[in-house]
């Protein structure tokens, strides 16, 4: 992707299901709409799937932003 998008910092924990073992991807604060978002990450059995998404929670041309991991103990 050539075009400048958001990168959103990203908390990645696995599932706490002891049948479903899958990474969950927390955004605390997301740049469109301020709210707290999780997405699945994929398998555990793989590394998380972060990268290039698009938002679903505005209304006006599609918003595309990166998930990277968190910076642990970053202010």
């Known amino acids: 992707m050539n075009k ?34 999780n997405h699945g990450g994929g398998s555990i059995d793989h ?8 938002a679903h929670c505005v209304t006006k041309p599609p918003a595309e932003y990166e998930l990277v991991p968190a910076v642990e103990g970053a202010s």
């Open 47 to 54: 590394p998380p799937a972060l990268g290039f998404r698009v």
């Open 4 to 37: 400048h998008v958001p990168k959103v910092e990203t908390r990645i924990r696995p599932s706490r299901s002891r049948y479903d073992r899958f990474w969950i991807l927390e955004v605390a604060k997301y740049p469109f709409c301020e709210q707290q978002h």
